[in-house]
């Protein structure tokens, strides 16, 4: 079987025309693949539980019996090693959970030295 002449341009038309949609979807059109939108949305996730869990770890430090010197010796950590007092304090973590993760101990500590 023998194809008509204009077959091969037309077919690659529509090859290169392919590729430009997928381009341009990719690019500008916020298209995602799967595992960009797996990423994205435990990025999410990981968000709203520090945003929901920095109240609490502060409002458990706030409730201890030696809230003053633990504010105190908290203010005088250095910033980048506020997040291991507060794990190392324990007043992050919930009943039943593992360790707190180190976004939550630093916003916790953010909250607690802004307050």
Do not use: H
Not at 35 to 57: E, Y
Not at 72 to 82: G, V
Not at 84 to 92: P, R, V
Request: glycine share 12%; proline share 3%; with cysteine.
């Amino acid at each position: 079987m023998k194809l008509p002449i204009q077959t091969e341009p037309a077919l690659w038309g529509a090859a290169a025309g392919a590729a430009l949609i997928a381009v341009v979807g990719f690019s500008f059109a916020g298209w995602q693949t799967s595992g960009g939108s797996a990423t994205l949305g435990q990025a999410q996730a990981n968000k709203a539980i520090v945003a929901s869990l920095s109240p609490v770890c502060a409002e458990m430090f706030k409730r201890d019996a030696n809230f003053a010197a633990n504010l105190i010796e908290l203010k005088k950590t250095d910033e980048w090693a506020r997040g291991t007092y507060i794990d190392k304090g324990g007043w992050g973590t919930m009943p039943g959970a593992g360790k707190l993760s180190s976004e939550t101990a630093s916003s916790c500590a953010a909250l607690l030295v802004k307050a």
